[in-house]
C-alpha cells in the first residue's frame, strides 16, 4: 500500500470529458480584454438590469407573505404556475393545446434543457446534426451523452457589393448538405433560429425544406432551439417561426426556450423544453436525477413576467415590443460603428450578435505567429488573430467565429469576427470611438 494513497489516484478527467477540458475562446478573450482594458463585445450578456417588473416579481416569489409559495422543490417537471402559463402561451403559437402537466418542462436555463434531452435520447455512436457556425456548447452536449456530431456548415453567398449584407441572404443551408449528412445512426438535428452567432432568421420556406428532409428521415428528432425568438427586428418580412409549426413537425419536435435573453437576466437560468409527452418525457427522465428541478423562485417569478411582459410598457404595445426594438436601435449602433473602422456588417435579422466581414484590413504578422494556449496552432487562424489584434492595439474584443466550426471548415471565419450589441450605449459609443481613433490614425 503506497504511503499517500491519494497520490496513486489519477486526477485525469473521464474519457467522455476528453478535450472537454481545455481552455476555451472564452477563458482566452475575457482575461484578455481585462488585461488591456478593451471594451469587450465578446460574450452575449446583457450589461444592464432587467426591467423593474421582474425584480418586483422575484421579490414577490420569496416573500413569505406573498402568498406564491415558491421557496421549496417545485415539482421536477415544472414549477404549475410557469408550467400553466407556457402552456397557455404555446397553445396559441402552436394552435394546439399543451398540456401542463406532460407537455411542459423547466430546466436550468435552456443550457441544462438542451443536456437532459442529449442525455435522454442519445446512445453511444448515435449522431447528431449541426449547423455551422455552431454554439460551442451543443458540440460539447453532444459528446457528453455519447454522440457523434455530424456538421453542416452554412455557405456564405455574395450579395451586390453596393447593398447591405443582410444575414438571412448571406448565410444558406444546402438543403442537399443536409440530407446527405443524414445516415442510420442520425438520431437529432439541432436547429437555431434565430441563430447564434449569424443572427440569420430561418424562414417559413427554408423551414419547409427542412421539413421535407426531415420527412424521408422519421428517426430524426428535431430540437428547436430558440431562445432568441422574442428579438426580431421585423415581424412583417422576417417573423420568428417555430418549426414545430410547420406542417407535420410538431410531434417530432422538441422546443427550446429561456428568459435569459428576453428579460436581461440571464443569471436567473429558467429554460423550458416544450412538446409532445414522449419527447418531453426524456428531459424530464435525466432532470430528476441531475438537478431535479429549476429553482423555484426562479419560475415563479418568470411565471409573473410572462403574464406581464405582454402588457402595454414604455410606450409600446407589450414589453416584447419594445426589447426588440431596444435591440433593433443597439444594432444600428454597432452597424454604424464597425462601418465607421472600413468593416461590413452582415446585418443580423435576430439576437444579439453582429457577424462582420474584416476583409478590408490586414492583420500585422507578428499577430499570425502568436500561439496560445486556447489555439496552438501555426499559423494562428486569421479571425482569432484579428480578434487579438483588435484586443491588444485598438481596445476593442470581438469572438473569432472560427470557434464555433469543426476543424475542416475554420477557413470559412477567416475574414469574419462576432461582437455582440447586447451592451450598454455608452459600451457601444466608446466602441465605435475606438475604431475611429485607431483606424484614422492608422
Same mark, same amino acid.
Not at 474519457?15 to 471594451?39: A, C, I, M, Y
Not at 457589393?161 to 438571412?168: D, I, P, Q, R, T
Not at 432568441?228 to 413537425?249: K, R
Given at each position: ?222 430540437i428547436a432551439d430558440e431562445v432568441y425568438e422574442h428579438i426580431v427586428f421585423d415581424e412583417e ?10 406542417? =407535420?413537425? *410538431?410531434?417530432? /419536435?422538441? #422546443?427550446? $426556450?429561456?428568459?435569459?435573453? !428576453? ?55 407589450s414589453y416584447y415590443k419594445w426589447v426588440a426594438a431596444e435591440y433593433k436601435r443597439k444594432r ?18 435576430? =439576437?444579439? *450578435?453582429?457577424? /462582420?466581414? #474584416?476583409? $478590408?484590413?490586414?492583420?500585422? !504578422? ?77
Amino acid at each position: 500500500m503506497p504511503k499517500n494513497p491519494i497520490a496513486a489516484f489519477s486526477y485525469q478527467v473521464a474519457n467522455r470529458l476528453n478535450g472537454l477540458d481545455k481552455p476555451t475562446v472564452w477563458h482566452e478573450f475575457s482575461p484578455l480584454s481585462h488585461e488591456f482594458g478593451s471594451v469587450n463585445l465578446g460574450q452575449g450578456f446583457p450589461d444592464w438590469n432587467p426591467p423593474a417588473f421582474a425584480i418586483e416579481a422575484m421579490n414577490k416569489a420569496v416573500e413569505p407573505t406573498s402568498g406564491r409559495n415558491a421557496n421549496q422543490y417545485a415539482r421536477s417537471y415544472a414549477h404549475m404556475p410557469l408550467a400553466q402559463v407556457l402552456a397557455n402561451d404555446y397553445s396559441e403559437r402552436f394552435d394546439r393545446v399543451i398540456d401542463p402537466l406532460t407537455q411542459v418542462a423547466t430546466a436550468v436555463g435552456c443550457t441544462n434543457a438542451l443536456y437532459c434531452a442529449l442525455q435522454g435520447m442519445i446512445n453511444d455512436g448515435d449522431e447528431v446534426l449541426l449547423l455551422e457556425p455552431a454554439f460551442d456548447v451543443y458540440i460539447a452536449q453532444t459528446k457528453m451523452a455519447g454522440g457523434k456530431c455530424k456538421f453542416i456548415p452554412l455557405r456564405s453567398k455574395s450579395s451586390d457589393n453596393n447593398s447591405e449584407k443582410s444575414a438571412n441572404e448571406f448565410f444558406n443551408l444546402d438543403m442537399d448538405e443536409l440530407e446527405n449528412a443524414i445516415t442510420d445512426k442520425t438520431k437529432a438535428f439541432i436547429l437555431n433560429t434565430p441563430h447564434n452567432p449569424t443572427g440569420k432568421m430561418f424562414t417559413k420556406e427554408e423551414m419547409e425544406k427542412i421539413a421535407e428532409v426531415m420527412k424521408r428521415h422519421p428517426q430524426v428528432v428535431i430540437i428547436a432551439d430558440e431562445v432568441y425568438e422574442h428579438i426580431v427586428f421585423d415581424e412583417e418580412t422576417s417573423p420568428h417561426i417555430s418549426f414545430a409549426t410547420i406542417d =407535420g413537425m *410538431f410531434d417530432r /419536435t422538441l #422546443t427550446l $426556450s429561456s428568459s435569459g435573453k !428576453t428579460f436581461s437576466n440571464t443569471g436567473w437560468k429558467i429554460g423550458w423544453a416544450i412538446g409532445p409527452p414522449e419527447l418531453v418525457h426524456l428531459v424530464t427522465a435525466a432532470q430528476q436525477w441531475i438537478n431535479f428541478s429549476a429553482p423555484t423562485p426562479n419560475q415563479d417569478a418568470i411565471a409573473q413576467c410572462l403574464v406581464k411582459a405582454k402588457e402595454p410598457y414604455e410606450g409600446y404595445d407589450s414589453y416584447y415590443k419594445w426589447v426588440a426594438a431596444e435591440y433593433k436601435r443597439k444594432r444600428g449602433l454597432l452597424c454604424d460603428a464597425l462601418r465607421s473602422a472600413g468593416m461590413e456588417p452582415i446585418v443580423p435579422d435576430g =439576437g444579439f *450578435f453582429i457577424m /462582420t466581414d #474584416t476583409s $478590408s484590413i490586414d492583420v500585422p !504578422t507578428e499577430f499570425l505567429e502568436e500561439k496560445t494556449v486556447a489555439m496552438p496552432t501555426d499559423p494562428m487562424p486569421r479571425d482569432w488573430a484579428m480578434s487579438r489584434y483588435f484586443t491588444k492595439e485598438v481596445g476593442v474584443t470581438a469572438i473569432p467565429p472560427s470557434a464555433f466550426y469543426d476543424t475542416p471548415n475554420v477557413p470559412l471565419a477567416k475574414n469574419l469576427l462576432r461582437f455582440a450589441y447586447c451592451k450598454g450605449d455608452d459600451t457601444i459609443i466608446e466602441a465605435g470611438k475606438r475604431f475611429q481613433k485607431y483606424f484614422n490614425k492608422n
